[in-house]
T-cell receptor
């Protein structure tokens, strides 16, 4: 069974630009969550989608948004990038909301 | 405010020692608590604890949920250098991660 895949794996952008990250969950998983991981703040929850609906949202500004498609694939968008957005962005999928999550390898975003 | 707090933040022990990692939570509508291990890559799942399954064991690792104390512990016995990692706990449903315990095992 294929794991969670994320694309791209690495990304370099400049301040003010926008970026879209993609996540394909494990087949059959309908819940997809996004996290930002930085050395100082640890793993911070961005949002969770289940059956194309956003079910939970963390404390991030509106520049961070996401969506989920009917095939459970999810995208995350960050607009007007800031230097502080440099981080590892992890996506995780689970069969049911609240169950164990399986993480993808992450997208490392660097904002210059 | 909902939160998950882990302690200690870091721990250094010698191979063969037993360690206990702590996780306390304050979350409305608590349903489950999960433990993950993170080495150089993304976190990997260890255990999920709920009201109907408050103790889990897998090899040298075990975990207990104390719903009265709103906490959980992760025990690792006979530690090995391969256990060196960051251990994360998180509440399920309303997903909140603790900052993790960085465990380093000396040979």
């Amino acid at each position: 069974k294929a794991g969670v895949t994320q694309t791209p794996r690495y990304l370099i952008k400049t301040r003010g630009q926008q970026v879209t990250l993609s996540c394909s969950p494990i087949s059959g998983h309908r819940s997809v969550s996004w996290y930002q991981q930085t050395p100082g703040q640890g793993l911070q929850f961005l949002f969770e989608y289940f059956s194309e609906t956003q079910r939970n949202k963390g404390n991030f500004p509106g520049r961070f948004s996401g969506r989920q498609f009917s095939n459970s694939r999810s995208e995350m968008n960050v607009s007007t990038l800031e230097l502080g957005d440099s981080a590892l962005y992890l996506c995780a999928s689970s069969y049911l909301k609240g169950n164990e999550q399986f993480f993808g390898p992450g997208t490392r975003l660097t904002v210059l | 405010e909902d939160k998950v707090v882990q302690s200690p933040l870091s721990l250094v022990v010698h191979e063969g020692d037993t360690v206990t990692l702590n996780c306390s939570y304050e979350v409305t509508n608590f349903r489950s608590l999960l433990w993950y291990k993170q080495e150089k890559k993304a976190p990997t799942f260890l255990f999920m604890l709920t009201s109907s399954g408050i103790e889990k064991k897998s090899g040298r690792l075990s975990s207990i949920l104390d719903k009265k104390e709103l906490s959980s512990i992760l025990n690792i016995t006979a530690t090995q250098t391969g256990d060196s990692a960051i251990y994360l706990c998180a509440t399920g449903d309303k997903i909140i991660f603790g900052k993790g315990t960085r465990l380093h095992i000396l040979p």
